[in-house]
């Protein structure tokens, strides 16, 4: 089972060969009481010791299939289950150092039975975690 | 005297159901509370939603058997602003909730609760759910289904909200279609702040947190409606204190209107683990008393 946090120790990594880091993955748990279509998940911002990487510019891979930001806003059969972990994978050259960063994610999810002025409806986490390999 | 039903939504346990226990799990807590009745939500709980596989229905349906469980209402959505460019249709919303009948109907399940999405803060449907329902009213009685959207905090039960769905009842004479009480529309004390809350917050935007206080007389108003109680609560402590649905007021209207329906308890207090469990134990003591005590004065 994964943790109870939203943000996951495990699957924290950088991506593409060793010598050539071609970005990080981060495992989150969808963190709503219910599941959700990825349209209703308007973006996952991450940030890692101070500097962000929009959700725009993250790909989401979800049950091995990878989604773009714009191909979530129209994902509407797809569905992120009630505490399902997706991999955010966030294109970053080099990649990040090995050792504990400190990793936050800001989710915007639209939860249509809201108000209008609470969609999108913000979910902010932060913890440390640790790149083993560099 | 005939008595309540007692049931538990899965609801209750929320972030404990995945990380901390299973499914099958959850159902012995509930089972172990003397309670009857599951509830369940459709997408949280019921796996590949809505296509689970036939090995897991097969697993369901042998796993509440054993525990004496029967399935009362299973809780869905109707997403209406499904992107952020389009708006369900009436024909879109009816495909949902056709779709959501048929699988409670392979589940068991006796009730649906849609939840519209919303067009303002007062918790006011989208225009489209009365088209919606009409289109699956044949089918919900086919299936021998009642459908039942819930009247939740900040919507009180004098309320055009309220209203509506009483008149459509009334025009259609349907016997599928009918409300939900969440008892949260009784909470006349006020919740914690929620983490990252504040007292401006609160003031600006979730008044309704302190509590909308609705009278139980009300419920007079609309019980020959009202099939199915969600029995919404927060904290109840060591004293069996509920410190904000005043059960000892609810439970004897509900026994003066003669209400035998279920009581689903729905605990939404903080999340840390394990402490839905003896939440919800709490609950079912504390009400079991309340209606004891209120046969044994009528005895």
């Known amino acids: 089972m994964p943790e109870r946090s939203i943000i996951q120790s495990s699957g924290f990594a950088n991506t ?28 996952i911002d991450i940030c890692v010791d101070g500097e962000t990487y929009p959700a725009e510019g993250n790909f989401i891979m979800l049950r091995g299939k990878s989604f773009t930001h714009a191909d979530m806003a129209n994902a509407t059969q797809i569905r992120w289950a009630m505490g399902e972990c997706v991999e955010v994978i966030v294109p970053k050259a080099a990649g990040l150092k ?37 | 005297m005939s008595g309540f039903q007692y049931g538990v939504s899965l609801y209750s346990y929320t972030d404990d159901i995945g990380t901390v226990m ?39 349906f042998a796993r509440i058997e054993r525990l004496g469980l029967v399935p009362t209402n299973m809780a869905c959505w109707v997403d209406t602003n499904i992107t ?52 699956v009213l044949d089918l919900a009685d086919e299936l021998n289904i ?54 401006e917050i609160r003031k600006a935007a979730l008044s309704f947190l302190d509590g909308i206080k609705v009278p139980v007389e009300h ?11 969600q029995a919404k609560f927060h904290h109840i402590d060591d004293h069996l204190h509920d410190h904000n649905i005043p059960w000892e007021t609810i439970v004897p209207m509900l026994k003066k209107l ?12 903080p999340r840390d683990p394990w402490v839905a469990i003896e939440q919800v134990r ?8 309340l209606e004891r005590d209120m046969e044994a004065s009528h005895a």
Request: with cysteine.
């Open chain 2, 258 to 269: 003669n209400y035998t329906g279920y009581l689903s308890s729905e605990y939404e207090g």
């Open chain 2, 146 to 199: 009642t459908i039942i959207p819930e009247i939740h905090a900040p919507t009180p039960i004098r309320h055009p909200v309220t209203e509506a769905y009483v008149d459509f009842i009334q025009k259609t004479g349907t016997r599928n279609f009918g409300l939900l009480i969440d008892t949260g529309i009784f909470q006349d004390r006020p919740l914690p702040y929620w983490p990252g809350e504040t007292p």
């Open chain 1, 98 to 134: 090995i050792g504990v960063h400190e990793v936050g994610c800001i989710m915007r999810l639209r939860h249509p039975y809201f108000p209008p002025q609470f969609q999108p409806a913000f979910v902010r986490e932060s913890r440390h975690i640790t790149i083993i390999q560099p």
């Open chain 2, 22 to 60: 299973g499914l099958d799990e959850a159902l012995e807590h509930v089972a172990d509370t003397g309670a009857t009745g599951i509830e369940i939500l459709s997408e949280s709980h019921i796996p590949a939603y809505p296509e689970p596989p036939a090995a897991w229905i097969d697993h369901w």
């Open chain 2, 84 to 135: 952020q460019t389009h708006n369900r249709t009436e024909e879109e919303g009816a495909a949902q909730l056709a779709q959501d009948l048929r699988l409670a109907h392979r589940l068991g399940f006796r009730y649906i609760r849609p939840k519209f999405g919303v067009i303002d803060e007062e918790l006011t449907p989208h225009p489209i759910w009365r088209g919606a329902v009409e289109r």
């Open chain 2, 282 to 289: 709490r609950q079912h003591c504390l009400i079991r008393k």
């Open chain 1, 16 to 43: 593409g060969e060793r010598d050539r880091r071609s970005g990080f993955t981060l495992r989150l748990r969808q963190p709503n009481y219910r599941g959700l279509c990825l349209s209703l998940v308007e973006g």
């Open chain 2, 219 to 229: 419920l007079a108003e609309v019980i020959e409606y009202v099939p199915f109680i």
